[in-house]
Each structure stands twice: as C-alpha cells, then as structure tokens.
C-alpha cells in the first residue's frame, strides 16, 4: 500500500479505419496512457491537418449557429480523411441554405442589443425624448452616445446634454446643431465609445414609447424563435449532428494523440493502463463494436512504466502532498497513510476552537465536489473541533475548563508536544529510508552507516529526559563513521563521515525545532481569541459584543485558514520528505476524454450530501447557540471583570513594546514577501508545474509576522 505500483501494459491491434473509434472507446475510460513505439503520426491521420483548418475556419463563422448538443459520431468504419472531407461538405452545404437566416439572425440581435439601450435610456427619462423643435429637419437634431463607464469622454460644449449612469455603459442624449454633435462624435469616439441616431419610432410621450419598445421586442424575439427552429430544421436535413460529432472526434484525435503505429491495414494502439485487474479495457473495447484485438503483454524493454498510487478512499485527498513533490518513484514510499493521520492532528492542534472547526468541515464538505482539496479540511477542520474541546474554546469563548489545557496558561507545554510530535514523525521518515533501501537491495549499507545517525539523533533526544542516553548518542556517531569507513576501506574517509555526521545531524535536530511552530501558531490562535474577547468585553452593549464576536472569528478562519494549512504543507514537504522522499517518478497521466463523453458528463448527484446538510446544520445550530450565549457571557464576564493592571510606565512600555513587535516583524515579512514573490512569478512563467512548490516558499516569508505577533500577544497577556 506504501509502495507505488506500475502501470499496465497493453496492445491493441484495430482495423486502420476503426482507429479513432478505438481510441475514443479507450479514452473514454479515464485508464489510460499512450505510448507508441513510433515518434510520428501514421500518415491516415497526418493528412488531416490541412482539412481540419478548414473544418476550423467554417466554426469560427459559423459556430454560434451549429447544434451545441446531441452531437454523435458515426459509428462506420470509415477512413478519416473521407469521414472528415463528408463534414466539411455537409457543413458547407448547411452554410449556402442558412445564410439567409443567419444575416436575418444578427440583424434581429442587433435590433435587440439596440432596443434594450433604448430601455435603460427612457426609463431614466422623466418627459418626452424629442419636442417639436427637435424633429428632423428642424435646426436641432438628437444623438445618442454610449461609452464606458469608467472611461467617460468630455462632453463640454454648447449642446444639450443628459448623461445616464451605468454600472458597464453609460450614455449621453444631446441635443444641439449638426456642428456641435460632430464634435460631440469625435469626442466618444475618441474614448472608443458609438453614436447612435434616434429611431424613427420615438415619440414625444413616455409611456408610449416604452409601449412600442416592447411589441418590437417582442416581435423581435418571436421572429429569432422561428429562425432558430428553421435552423434546426436545416441542421437534421443535412445532418450536422453525425457530421459535427466525426469532426470534433477527430479534432481531438489530432490534439491528443502524438504517435502511432500502423500499416496499411491494421494500426497498433500501445500504452498503459491504471486498472490492475479487471475486464474494464475489454469491455470498452467490446462496447465501441471496433474490429480488434486485446492483449496485456510485458512492457518493451527499457520502457519505463508510470506509477499508480494505491490507498484506501480516506487517504486519497492526502496524496496530493506526495504529488506536489513529485511522484513517488518504484522504490519510494508513498505516505499518504500517515499523512491522513498527521497532517489533521497538525491542522487541528495549530486550530484548536470547536466553532471554528466544524465551520472549516462544512465548508469542506460543501466544496469538496467543486474543489477537491476541501476534503483535506473535512479531516483538518474535525480535528480542530476535537482540540478546541481539549482547550475548551469554541468561537473564541472559553465556556467551559479546558479538558486538557489552556494554551496561554501553560505556554511551554504547548510548544513541547509537537516538538516531540515532529521528532516521532521524522523518525518514522527514518525508518521509511529503510524500507526503501531494502526495496533497493542497499539495506546492508543502511545498517552499517544511517541506522548509527538515527541511533545518534533518538540518544540526543533521549538526552533531554536522561543524561546518561548521550552515551547511544556517541555509539551511533562512532557507528556512522566506521560503517564509513568499512565501506570506503580508507581510514581518511572517517573525517569525510564525521563531516557528513554533523551536516546531517544538524538537519535533522533544526527539522525537529521547526515543529515549534505548530506550538507557535496554536499560541498565536490563542492569542488573536482573546483579544478578540477583550474586544467584545469593551462595548458597550450585546448586540455590539456580538458583532465583534462573528466579525473576529470570520477574520480568524479566513486568515488562519490559510497560513495554518501553508505551515503544514511546509512541515511535510521540507521536513518530513526530505528524509526519504525525492520524487523522480513517472506520473500516469490518463488520454483526455472524448468530445463526447466530455458533453454527456453529468453531475450526479452526490450519495453522501446528507453529510453535507449535516455539517450545514451543526454550523447553524452553532451559530444560533453564539448568537444567544454571547450576550450571557458578555454580561457575565462584564461584572466579574477586574484584576490587577500594571500601573504607570511600565504599563506604556508593554504596550509599546507589543507594538514595535509586530510593526518590524510586519515591515520584515512585507520584504521578504515582495523579493520571493517576484522571483517565483518569473519561475512560473517558465515551469507552471512549480506552483505548488513556489507557494510554499511564498508562504515562509508571513511566518516572520506570525513570530512577531506572537511575542506581542505574549507581552499583551502579561498585561492583562
């Protein structure tokens, strides 16, 4: 289950003309990765790209009015060279019948696009649109103008003018001279703005006018509804659904599909396939009806397979921390297992608050189809509810004894347990390294020199509880050493281990010491809850103790959220994987899905939604429950409020020194923000692969204001 696994190979020998069928029938599966044995296109397929520019010219005039549904390929064995000339002629011969209707099309939506101008004009106008003066043939005339809202031109000058907002389009009605509305033109169309005459059809009353604006639009849309009827009728005369489907089929063919082999009659579709067992591949193939035969033979030599990721359902969502490394290769270990343990207790720990939770679970649940990653917050954001019950916090209030602890009580305890959580974590990393060797046949050289650092660093650790352990510290450095040695033979390589001993011992001691900041960020959580409450507790009344309460907490999930999950990919990516893990694995990357299959995909809906209303409800009923208790406890904690308060001087240097904490470590985070920022975007526009390890680097920089606020909130408690 730790051990990636390779893909299958498969071969499948298909008549010439059944080849993008096949194809279609294999992609549509989702298990499955080509690899020729060829670097070119047989020359069946190689020949359409001239034919498909011009099956793309024909869609850039003439899409708008295809079918956008019910598209269906042919299922003929048929060359496609001839299949793809069939659909350009169809479509040629549909483009001379609906011209007419197409012209009559753009015309009745341009009168539309013109008549709801009209709308939005007169129904800010308050009187008659022209008087008796301004008709034409008088010395006055009327023009329209439309322009960009944010980009208005100036229209100073001696006509009349009524300008009319819009959120997009603004416009202007003028009235003036034939002279004063040509400049007016040059003007908006200086700001790439239209001028636009008046219809005919305007009149002086209001009501009226708005009147006949409505049976044009009306009659309008009536007649683009009978069109589009005569175009769908055009559409099943010369069949454009079957000629659309064998066009964009092979158009993916040709996007998707590099390589093959064929001859003159049979073509070889090779590659890899994801399913281990099972008739999957072979009922696709049945299904299509294409004349072929299957078969899973050894992989050429020197092919090298892609790998395939195997965990159960609730560990899957956590592979994406392996593949933001890169994919494990055939003698790594793959730890989602463990990180679906780890990384929530880490989530959880740095987030601990009841409310908060399971708002963070909900919110998982309800995007997790949306937005896959969410389902990490499902396990992150129910462990931060079971922490915030240990340190009795829920919405930042602390209504009941913390079960275990409370964070800003016992400081230094919490800051001790992930560091002895981090060390048991790269411990584990250790160990997988010995896995890997054994799966290498280089377990005998892991025994004789990296079992005696990992002797080395538990002795140091031990250390810290019983002295005498530091003895199992200096056997394991001795032991590393002469295992070096022993297999170098040379006695000068003893310096060259004892070098190694130390860079790598102080790897892993700071790796361990990186852990503090999961102690850190539950202090700093801590620490912006209660200042929370001490905001709720200087209003004035409750309704105003509530408002504090729900604003600081939405502050504190949206915030924290973000840096809290940026702190654990850091930890598992830069201490926990460096131990073992180096991705140079070939990813499976599965032959993109047909046209058809892509527009025959509907969302299902969900087995599970009930977990969703659920999580819906809890977060609900926790918002009722705020809503009632907090002005309880605010009237409560109001009276008993009280306690010592430092006096004088000493009082204003805490808070000054509170202040200079976070404004510096503010001002050093900004900066390190803004160089790594700007480095990482000209990365990006090079290798866009590197998002995910560029985040991390990105993110570093705020733990500078994290640290900062820290020291703050600590001083700020002293204070209280």
């Not at 020729?36 to 005039?61: C, D, I, K, N, V």
């Not at 056997?475 to 310096?495: D, K, Q, Y």
Request: with cysteine.
């Amino acid at each position: 289950m730790i051990r990636p696994r390779p893909a299958r190979w498969f071969e499948l020998l298909v008549a010439r003309d059944d080849t993008t069928r096949a194809l279609e029938a294999l992609a549509a599966t989702g298990a499955v990765e080509l690899e020729a044995r060829t670097a070119a296109l047989p020359p069946s397929l190689a020949e359409l790209r001239p034919f498909m520019q011009q099956y793309g010219e024909l869609a850039q005039r003439y899409h708008a009015y295809w079918p956008g549904q019910g598209l269906r390929a042919s299922s003929f064995p048929e060359p496609p060279l001839a299949a793809l000339k069939r659909c350009i002629e169809a479509l040629r011969a549909w483009a001379v019948d609906a011209e007419l209707l197409i012209r009559r099309c753009q015309r009745g939506q341009a009168e539309r696009a013109e008549l709801e101008r009209w709308r939005h004009v007169l129904a800010s106008l308050r009187e008659g649109l022209l008087d008796a003066d301004a008709a034409p043939g008088a010395p006055l005339q009327s023009r329209l103008f439309a322009f960009a809202a944010d980009n208005p031109p100036d229209l100073s000058g001696t006509a009349l003018v009524h300008t009319i907002s819009g959120e997009r389009e603004s416009y202007a009605l003028a009235v003036g001279t034939a002279t004063q509305l040509h400049a007016l033109s040059q003007q908006v169309l200086a700001a790439k703005g239209q001028a636009h005459e008046l219809p005919g059809w305007l009149a002086t009353d209001r009501v009226s006018n708005l009147a006949e604006l409505e049976r044009r639009l009306q009659a309008s849309l009536t007649q683009d509804a009978a069109d589009q009827a005569a175009l769908a009728t055009l559409a099943q005369r010369h069949q454009l659904h079957q000629a659309l489907g064998d066009a964009e089929r092979l158009h993916w063919v040709l996007d998707n599909v590099h390589a093959l082999e064929a001859g003159e009659l049979m073509c070889w579709i090779t590659g890899w396939t994801s399913t281990p067992i099972g008739p999957l591949l072979e009922q696709a193939v049945e299904r299509s009806g294409v004349r072929a035969l299957l078969r899973f033979a050894p992989p050429p030599s020197g092919a090298t397979p892609p790998l395939l990721l195997q965990n159960p359902w609730w560990a899957r969502p956590f592979e994406v921390f392996s593949r933001a490394l890169g994919m494990p290769s055939g003698a790594e270990a793959d730890a989602s297992v463990l990180l679906a343990i780890a990384v929530p207790l880490m989530f959880g720990y740095m987030f601990g608050d009841l409310g908060q939770g399971l708002v963070i679970a909900a919110a998982g649940l309800l995007l997790r189809r949306r937005w896959p990653l969410a389902r990490l917050f499902v396990a992150g954001g129910l462990s931060a509810a079971v922490f915030g019950l240990l340190f009795g916090s829920v919405f930042s209030l602390h209504l009941w004894p913390a079960w275990w602890l409370a964070p800003l009580d016992d400081p230094l305890a919490v800051l001790l347990v992930p560091l002895a959580g981090g060390a048991a974590l790269l411990t584990v990393g250790l160990a997988l390294s010995a896995v890997q060797a054994f799966w290498r046949a280089a377990l005998a050289r892991w025994l004789a020199t990296d079992a005696g650092l990992v002797v080395c660093y538990l002795g140091l650790l031990a250390a810290i509880v019983e002295p005498r352990a530091l003895a199992a510290a200096a056997a394991g450095a001795l032991w590393f050493c002469l295992g070096h040695a022993g297999l170098e033979r040379r006695v000068s390589s003893l310096a060259v281990a004892l070098a190694e001993l130390v860079e790598r011992g102080l790897q892993l001691l700071i790796n361990t010491l990186s852990f503090a900041r999961v102690g850190a960020f539950a202090l700093a959580h801590a620490g912006l809850s209660s200042a929370i409450v001490a905001l709720m507790h200087a209003t004035d009344n409750p309704a105003s103790a509530a408002i504090v309460l729900v604003i600081g907490n939405v502050v504190v999930i949206v915030l924290e959220g973000l840096v809290v999950s940026i702190q654990t990919t850091r930890l598992v990516l830069f201490e926990f994987f460096t131990r073992f893990l180096q991705g140079q694995g070939r990813v499976f990357r599965a032959l993109a899905l047909p046209p058809k299959t892509t527009q025959e995909m509907e969302m299902k809906p969900s087995t599970k939604f009930g977990a969703a209303l659920v999580g819906v409800g809890v977060l609900l009923a926790a918002a009722a429950g705020l809503l009632v208790a907090t002005p309880l406890v605010w009237a409560a904690t109001a009276s008993a409020a009280g306690g010592a308060a430092v006096a004088g001087d000493a009082f204003g240097w805490g808070l000054a020194a509170a202040a200079i904490s976070t404004a510096l470590a503010a001002l050093g985070a900004g900066f390190a923000v803004g160089k790594v920022g700007t480095a990482a975007i000209g990365a990006l526009a090079e290798k866009p692969e590197l998002f995910g390890r560029l985040l991390i680097f990105v993110g570093l920089a705020e733990g500078i204001a994290i640290y900062g606020l820290i020291v703050s909130i600590l001083i700020l408690n002293r204070l209280a």
